[in-house]
């Protein structure tokens, strides 16, 4: 009995330490890179991680950026050339710092709004006290395969569960980006129809100047 209680014990305390998200190891960014500049982000990762990162450029036309990210090593892992998104996904990391750059030399007029997500996963992130309570409870092989079996499915919600919130990020910004390119649209559909109006004008007050032009009174 006290076995039992000891595995729930532990399994309600795991739920909740995995479906809690923690801001050190995921992060979300929104910047402004200017023009003809390059920005570089540094970010610690364990040893045998997974990490998954997706960017997008929003909010101006010819919406494009060169990506590279670098390992701890300086290899340089992923480029894109001109994208104005991506997603990127790396299993067994090293221990380090890993290098993300977005390069925006090539554009000498228009910045660049980016918008990043960086989620840092380990299968192995278990402390001390969470170890020893398993090998306590772990006394015979049904209960701990039942207890992997659970963890597993665990491991596998939580990720579709930062997938969605992923998701809902990015599709917040697309809703930006739109939002920005109807208010440029209208401004040029505006700036136009009063030009064409002031064609109209001037080319009507001609005509009416040279018809009297040609019957002086």
């Not at 610690?44 to 060169?66: A, R, S």
């Not at 290899?75 to 997603?87: P, Y």
């Not at 996963?121 to 209960?143: G, V």
């Amino acid at each position: 009995m006290a076995c039992w209680l000891a595995l729930a014990a532990y399994l309600a305390a795991y739920v909740a330490q995995v479906l809690s998200f923690e801001s050190s190891r995921d992060m979300e960014f929104t910047f402004l890179l200017p023009a003809g500049s390059k920005e570089c982000f540094f970010q610690p990762v364990g040893k045998d991680n997974m990490l998954e990162f997706e960017y997008q450029v929003i909010g101006q036309p010819n919406m494009d950026v060169i990506f590279t990210m670098f390992s701890p090593s300086g290899r340089r892992l992923f480029e894109d050339n001109r994208k104005s998104r991506g997603l990127h996904k790396l299993q067994d990391t090293d221990e380090g710092d890993y290098q993300l750059c977005f390069d925006n030399v090539f554009s000498k007029m228009k910045e660049k709004l980016l918008f990043f997500t960086l989620l840092i996963s380990d299968p192995n992130d278990m402390d001390e006290d969470d170890e020893e309570l398993l090998k306590e409870i772990a006394d015979t092989e049904t209960m701990e395969y039942r207890l992997q079996d659970f963890k597993t499915r665990i491991d596998v919600l939580h990720q579709k569960i930062q997938r969605g919130r992923v998701i809902q990020l990015m599709l917040r910004t697309f809703d930006t980006r739109d939002q920005r390119l109807q208010d440029n649209n209208l401004w040029r559909v505006s700036f136009w129809s009063f030009f064409c109006v002031v064609v109209i004008m001037v080319v009507g007050v001609s005509q009416v100047r040279a018809l009297e032009s040609l019957f002086p009174s």
